[in-house]
């Protein structure tokens, strides 16, 4: 089973529609990520949670939402979704114990595709 | 501002050829720099770098950092198909520990 698990793989929907992507883990990571990549543009991020009640926004929160409903779960929210938001997301965790600045862990991605 | 500069872009070589691919970077407070490799799924995981001149292994993969000059290299020997991907460099930004990335370099090697 993975150890970082992103749920659908898929999607495809319509502007305007409500999004949810979720993630969970049991890797007992305590920091949770959600990145966006777009061709030329790399991994950009979009939220990102340190700890259940510590959520921060990243370089492109606008038009996205996330919630951390326990330490294994990060789920990331488009509440009206736009075409240029189609893109690969992707959810990662590290953990903060022992040295600093541990690799992070990625989940294998949901393409979403808003026509 | 703290940024990633990655080159080639993309490259084609055929197998058992030898390439070097380069993570240029700018950060305020340098803590380590991390290499990925991205095939079809999820980043994994390859390097993370510390400190200058200490070269890292792992079979045919190889990563030394520059902290003078602000750069690393990744070296791939006696490429093989399974190789192609995409490789990404990052590091913790300044002050923070969210992670920048670069926008990879894609390698492709033909058989």
């Known amino acids: 089973d993975a150890d970082v698990t992103q749920t659908p793989r898929n999607r495809i929907t319509k502007t305007g529609k409500r999004i949810m992507l979720e993630c969970s883990q049991t890797?007992?990571?305590?920091?949770m990520y959600w990145y966006r990549q777009d061709p030329g543009l790399g991994l950009r991020l979009i939220y990102y949670s340190f700890d259940v009640k510590d959520i921060n926004k990243g370089e492109i929160s606008d038009g996205y939402s996330v919630s951390r409903q326990a330490q294994a779960k990060f789920s990331l929210s488009l509440e009206s979704a736009i075409p240029n938001q189609t893109a690969l997301y992707f959810c990662a965790t590290s953990d903060s114990r022992g040295y600093s600045n541990q690799p992070q862990h990625f989940g294998d991605g949901t393409r979403l595709s808003i026509l | 501002e703290d940024k990633v500069v990655q080159s080639p872009l993309s490259l084609v070589v055929h197998e058992g050829d030898t390439v070097t691919l380069n993570c240029s970077y700018e950060v305020t407070n340098f803590r380590s720099l991390l290499w990925y490799k991205q095939e079809k799924k999820a980043p994994t995981f390859l390097f993370m770098l510390t400190s200058s001149g200490i070269e890292k292994k792992s079979g045919r993969l190889s990563s030394i950092l520059d902290k003078k000059e602000l750069f690393s290299i990744l070296n791939i020997t006696a490429t093989q198909t399974g190789d192609s991907a995409v490789y990404l460099c990052?590091?913790?930004?300044?002050?923070?520990?969210?992670?920048?990335f670069g926008t990879g370099t894609r390698l492709k090697v033909l058989a």
């Open positions: 890797k007992g990571h305590d920091r």
């Open positions: 990052a590091f913790p930004s300044s002050g923070t520990y969210k992670y920048i």
